[in-house]
């Protein structure tokens, strides 16, 4: 039910007569074929990891030699942009977060290297996808990319975020009070020790409140990501936040709704955002949103017309805006017919529209 998953199925089953390779990154490996279309899961969440999955798609590359390679992520875009000049193969990289914040967590030496593969692959590419203006902007500032080759597309929701999502999970989680939820990864680029240091300050004004965490490190996970969930713990326990602030592991991406319409505002307060489109899901459901200005969620979001921004790192900012949300009811209202007016022009799939034009023209 992904939006990027609907759009290459669809695009898959529209063009039978083509050979897809699709590659996951998978607890572990897997491979099987369906309907003439081979998957392929590779485990990567470790620096040995990325080095064997890169040596495995190169192989793939060479039996298969495709005519296309379109691919997402940041680190993972440069092995798949090297083989695509290797292979004289047409290279369509898709990006949906902050490239300087991913490379801002390497080392120094590492930092200019791969800023200058990602240079070599960015300006090698047929086109590049980009799901905010921010990271367009990088691009063009940054990586000197010409802007006539990044295309902006609108970010489909799916349909199961809507309004009418039952909220049956509210007697469940907190039946007593209000909920403020997030779901993201547990990053320390989420900021999420921000938004239990903020919660904190709400609890005194509101007792009966509860945060939902969802999203914990589950075996899969980096070592940084199971360090930055001990600190969350270690953190909660020290500000005695135990029976206020939750963190619960990842569901299937079709419970998600659930949770946010079992919530009263839903906040995300990260570091970077290529677009954050978790905030366009919350809108969807019907939910008021609270996020960080950063990176693409300007895009999204007019604080005091359809969400509310905070400024990253800000604590006390934060913990206004939620207890504002919590307790202003027509607030709450004009946010919510917000949103959903702002989602209501973001249904229109331009994603696959966009991909399937780049990837079978000549």
Request: glycine share 6%; proline share 5%.
């Amino acid at each position: 039910m992904h939006p990027e998953y609907v759009a290459i199925r669809s695009i898959v089953s529209r063009n039978p007569q083509n050979i897809f390779l699709l590659l996951g990154e998978g607890v572990s490996y897997e491979h099987f074929k369906m309907e003439g279309t081979c998957f392929y899961n590779v485990r990567q969440n470790t620096k040995v990891s990325f080095v064997l999955s890169s040596f495995f798609k190169f192989g793939l590359a060479l039996i298969f030699r495709p005519s296309v390679i379109a691919s997402m992520g940041t680190v993972n875009l440069i092995p798949l942009g090297m083989y695509s000049i290797i292979f004289r193969a047409k290279y369509i990289p898709i990006i949906t977060a902050e490239i300087w914040y991913h490379i801002a967590t390497f080392p120094e030496p590492l930092k200019q290297i791969f800023s200058s593969l990602l240079k070599i692959v960015f300006y090698r590419s047929y086109a590049i996808l980009v799901i905010s203006k921010s990271i367009r902007n990088e691009l063009v500032n940054q990586y000197k990319i010409t802007p006539r080759k990044i295309h902006v597309c609108k970010y489909k929701i799916s349909n199961i975020f809507n309004p009418s999502v039952p909220k049956s999970l509210k007697s469940t989680l907190n039946p007593e009070g209000p909920i403020v939820l997030t779901v993201s990864r547990i990053d320390p680029g989420k900021g999420l020790h921000y938004l239990i240091e903020a919660a904190r300050i709400v609890v005194e004004k509101i007792p009966n409140v509860k945060i939902i965490i969802k999203g914990s490190a589950g075996p899969d996970a980096s070592l940084s990501e199971k360090k930055y969930a001990l600190e969350l713990k270690r953190l909660i326990h020290n500000c005695n936040l135990q029976e206020h602030v939750k963190i619960l592991r990842f569901s299937q991406y079709s419970e998600i709704p659930k949770y946010m319409s079992a919530s009263d505002v839903f906040v995300l307060s990260s570091l970077s955002e290529g677009l954050g489109i978790v905030i366009l899901e919350a809108l969807a459901t019907g939910v008021p949103v609270i996020a960080s200005r950063v990176g693409g969620v300007p895009d999204i979001l007019t604080s005091g017309a359809n969400g509310l921004m905070v400024e990253p790192k800000d604590v006390e900012g934060l913990a206004e805006a939620i207890l504002k949300v919590l307790t202003d009811d027509k607030l709450k209202k004009l946010l919510i017919e917000g949103g959903l007016a702002t989602i209501r022009r973001l249904r229109e799939d331009e994603l696959e529209k966009l991909l399937s034009k780049l990837m079978f023209e000549n």
